[in-house]
């Protein structure tokens, strides 16, 4: 604890108020701050490096949680936020993301093994989406990986599993280490998205093609700047150190301000990745390590991702399974639906005729679309039907009642 | 004479349960108890003015919520309290400890390894996993494959097409579960070997198993009935401990019209025609009974209870050859204050779910040694219940009571008998261990008792003092509980039932057997009138 003397105060420097003393006061960071060392027990739920400038634009101090970290759910209202994004530009922490590097004399041939794609193809500076499979071929989780050098990998995933990479990694000449501490993420997307990154100074952004990083500079900080994101149009990552990231946070949306820029809660993220159409691990269907119940879990075969598994390749994790889903097909398919309801209702199971035949596993009211958009796992089998297929929406004073859906390619809405 | 359609020998647990299923089908039931309090050896005693103990039986384990529904367990008083999942101490003082939050669990792994944190949610999945297929069977009948009436092959028909359904993955983790060792098992997940002597350490309590020894892997997977949300499981018990439940079962029991009798032992089964038709109590006095369902061990219930040549040829040697081990103590130590464990840091929650003091594995499998061959433990395995945390009305204000499970007692020593010398070694040995890693305990204590396993045996009636009242080995478990051809509660004497523990599923559920046994009893009762 430090001690404070009155007599020694020097007049001219500013007074740390109460947070009692209303807008305008700088929060102290010590309030947020993780003392070193702290026990598991002592927090809950931890905070990114973001959360003290986050916690600042914070108007309705609604938070959630992901992979135990506290994040802003909803910074102002639902509605100005979901224009931002979709209009305008919009900024995200998503730094509770799980970052590996793996590197090493063999990283390629390790990538080749672990991945359902073979990293040849992918060229320094590149960004390859990542599917990771356990050996019954559900996926254990899925991202991006980065070529950052020719021996020189990040992978950037939604859950850890250290243990089975390094367990795979034996007689590997290569390295993997957890470096999610050492890395603060950021997602700016919208069509103004590339004005506001030109505007504090990133140039190299309207050059920059989908799916491509590079290193810039911004204010003597390094920022790797990524093509990337699932919110579908115009969209950016940033990953920077975690010292620097609130700086970076700060100059965006004071650059930012005048194209209308806005921080962006979960809450509208899920809504925009909906309508992008993406099912995510961890919430649409469960990693294949940490499912009791395999009917939540999936092969990429389940998702419509068949693409981003190459077969004919040398051995790696989840071919032979796979090898055989591909050729029997799927148990059940993760499909996009509409429901013509009014927004507020929730919609669980479907159904065709009177036969549960799938659940809906993630469903939000689209602003853009006027609509109810669902990701449902349908059996199969039940597929087959091409109409026929209601929802249960249970309607404050309407009461419960079945509504006819149809099935709609995903993703909802297409961006140029 | 007196007489009831149905006679409970035994106000245990599940003697009570089996009881209230009866009392509500109609029954009039009545419940004869030996000693002078419901609940058996799940009873609270005082062990010095105002400090309450549960001399015997364990801190925590599984109450079927269909039960708690089923008996409106909770509208009668009965509250159930959810605890973290316990702290290991090791020697050099450094320790592990449990979170339900499955992100509080993965780093305090990461303290250890991180490669261990990681590999904690496929862990609590494959755990997961295995209790939901337990679960499934808690409930019902065992299915005895050598049954041939048409309903059990048609179950049978169905649990194959179950097992048939199943990915060959699941099917060999099935099987690796119900034959690995402990050890074995646990290191297929993890590394750090703290982590795996603080996983196994719970399984191994009350079982006549090392951690080295094979099918021991077998009992990890009950510990996560309780169900868990990615973290460890929640430890549950009821508030003020299963005497809490017992009485409420009791006021259960006497609200659907049965009647309860204290004082009362049972020493003889009247028979006519191979049927038994009435009990006799210690006092001479017989109750004429429609049927008898017995809450005593299965070796009591039928090598105490009978001539032996009523029973037909070779049953007596089947029962007298049931496996039961006493292979706990029990100490209870009363505390003026909480003692200070210097390692612990202060408030851990994971505190309230238990304690253990047992080191590394090599030390359990070496105080496993000393048990079979009738050494006492030169170093038990400690499994310390701290019950006030959480109910502070056990106790005097600030004071605390350490309920301590010493694991590896024999019931039988090599040279001898549990002399006045050797208890006193024994519980110098426990202080001890804890003065190891909390100093000033010894100063704190205001009250301490021992029981070893006979003592348990002589108080509760369990033979031998086991636990579980016929240990839950593979063989002895599912339809060959208790003993082969006799898993449906039934027994070779005519309306004559064994309800306690010795059968299925035995420790795995609290009152369990008892309504499951009530269940078969209806169903036979219905049959008989048609």
Redesign the interface.
């Known amino acids: 604890m430090t001690e404070i003397n009155l007599d020694d105060k020097d007049e001219t420097e500013i007074v740390q108020l109460s947070p009692l003393d209303g807008m305008g006061t700088a929060p102290d960071p010590a309030w947020f701050e993780q003392p070193a060392n702290e026990?598991?027990?002592e927090r809950?739920?931890?905070t990114t490096p973001l959360h003290l400038v986050a916690a600042t634009e914070s108007r309705t101090n609604q938070w959630t949680e992901w992979?135990?970290y506290t994040l802003a759910n909803v910074y102002t209202t639902v509605e100005q936020e979901y224009d931002a994004l979709r209009t305008r530009a919009a900024l995200s922490d998503i730094s509770p993301l799980v970052k590996y590097r793996i590197s090493g004399k063999d990283a390629a041939i390790y990538l080749d093994r672990l991945l359902t794609q073979s990293v040849a193809g992918v060229a320094v500076n590149q960004v390859a989406r990542a599917v990771l499979c356990a050996?019954?071929g559900c996926i254990v989780t899925e991202g991006l990986l980065f070529r950052l050098g020719e021996t020189d990998f990040r992978l950037v995933v939604r859950?850890?599993?250290?243990?089975?990479m390094?367990d795979s990694a034996e007689d590997f000449e290569v390295g993997v280490e957890?470096v999610s501490g050492t890395i603060a993420a950021m997602s700016l997307c919208g069509p103004l998205a590339e004005a506001v990154l030109e505007a504090v100074g990133i140039e190299q952004a309207n050059s920059l093609e989908k799916a491509q990083a590079v290193w810039v500079e911004l204010g003597g900080m390094p920022v790797y700047v990524s093509r990337t994101g699932m919110m579908g149009g115009s969209e950016f990552e940033l990953w920077a150190d975690p010292d620097d990231a609130p700086i970076v946070w700060r100059r965006l949306l004071d650059a930012g301000r005048t194209f209308g820029l806005l921080p962006v809660g979960m809450a509208v993220r899920n809504v925009a990745r909906l309508e992008n159409g993406i099912a995510l691990e961890g919430i649409d269907y469960q990693?294949g390590?940490?499912?009791?119940d395999?009917s939540t879990a999936c092969s990429p075969f389940d998702l419509g991702q068949g693409d981003r598994v190459s077969l004919e390749r040398s051995l790696f994790n989840g071919q032979k399974a796979l090898t055989a889903i591909a050729k029997r097909g799927s148990r059940h398919a993760m499909k996009g639906i509409e429901v013509d309801a009014s927004p507020g209702v929730r919609i669980e199971a479907i159904f065709v005729g009177d036969r549960k035949v799938g659940r809906v596993t993630s469903h939000a009211w689209s602003p853009r679309l006027q609509h109810h958009i669902a990701l449902a796992l349908i059996e199969t089998d039940a597929l087959g039907a091409s109409s026929g297929f209601t929802v249960e929406v249970n309607e404050e004073g309407e009461g419960c009642k079945r509504l006819a859906v149809k099935l709609e390619k995903r993703p909802f809405l297409e961006f140029s | 004479m007196e007489r009831a359609d149905a006679v409970i020998i035994g106000a245990g647990l599940n003697g009570l349960t089996a009881a209230a299923r009866l009392a509500g089908a109609g029954l009039s039931v009545l419940v004869v108890e030996r000693t002078d309090h419901v609940g058996g050896g799940a009873a609270h005693n005082e062990l010095v003015p105002g400090y309450s103990v549960p001399p015997i039986g364990f801190s925590h384990g599984y109450l079927p919520p269909e039960l708690i529904r089923e008996f409106d367990l909770g509208r009668h008083g009965l509250q159930m309290v959810r605890r973290e999942g316990g702290v290991s101490l090791f020697d050099d003082g450094s320790y592990v400890a449990s979170y339900t939050n499955p992100h509080v669990m993965q780093r305090e792994l990461a303290r250890l390894s991180h490669r261990d944190a990681d590999a904690w949610p496929r862990f609590a999945r494959d755990m997961q996993r295995q209790a939901n297929y337990i679960r499934e069977n808690l409930l019902q009948t065992p299915n005895d494959p050598a049954v041939r009436s048409l309903s059990a092959v048609r179950t049978r028909f169905s649990q194959a097409q179950q097992v048939a359904g199943m990915t060959p993955d699941a099917l060999y983790d099935l099987t690796k579960f119900w034959s690995l060792s402990l050890v074995d098992l646990l290191g297929q997940y993890f590394e750090s070997p703290e982590v795996i002597a603080h996983l196994a350490a719970p399984a191994l309590v009350g079982r006549a198993l090392g951690p080295h020894d094979p099918t021991s892997a077998a009992l990890l997977p009950p510990l996560w009935l309780n169900g868990s949300e990615g973290g460890a499981p929640w430890r549950m018990s009821p508030k003020g401990g299963t005497a809490a439940l017992s009485r409420v079962l009791c006021d259960i029991v006497k609200a659907r019209g049965g009647e309860i009798r204290f004082d009362a032992e049972v020493t003889d089964i009247k028979m006519t025609n191979k049927k038994a038709t009435a009990v006799v109590l210690a006092d001479g006095e017989e109750i004429s009974a429609g049927l008898v369902v017995s809450d005593l061990d299965i070796k009591r219930s039928f090598l105490s209870l009978f001539q032996w040549a009523g029973l037909p040829d070779g049953f007596a040697e089947e029962v007298a050859n049931v496996q039961m081990e006493g292979i706990v103590a029990r100490i209870n130590f009363a505390l003026d204050a909480l003692p200070d464990f210097v390692n612990l840091p202060d408030g851990l929650p994971a505190l309230s779910g238990g304690l253990n003091i047992g080191g590394a594995i090599a030390h359990m499998a070496r105080a496993y040694d000393d048990w079979s061959e009738h050494y006492p433990p030169g170093r038990p395995l400690l499994d310390i219940a701290i019950p006030t945390l959480d109910d502070p009305s056990l106790a005097p204000p600030g004071g605390h009571v350490f309920a301590v499970t010493v694991q590896y007692v024999p019931h039988e020593l090599h040279d001898g008998v549990w002399s006045p010398a050797r208890r006193d070694a024994l519980m110098q040995t426990v202080k001890d261990m804890i003065s190891h890693h909390a100093p000033d305990f010894e100063d704190r204590i205001v009250g301490e008792e021992l029981r070893v396993p006979a003592d348990i045996e002589d108080e509760a009636g369990y033979t031998r003092g086991d636990p579980f009242l016929g240990q839950m080995s593979l063989d002895q478990m599912f339809f060959n509980r208790p003993v082969p051809g006799y898993s449906a509660y039934q027994s070779p004497i005519s309306n004559f039932y064994v309800c306690s523990a010795s059968t299925h599923p035995g420790g795995l559920a609290m009152g369990a057997a008892g309504a499951n046994a009530a269940q078969e009893i209806i169903g036979s009762l219905k049959g008989r009138r048609k």
């Open positions: 026990l598991p027990f809950y739920v931890l992979n135990g050996g019954d859950s850890p599993h250290l243990d089975w390094l957890d990693s390590f940490s499912a009791p395999l």
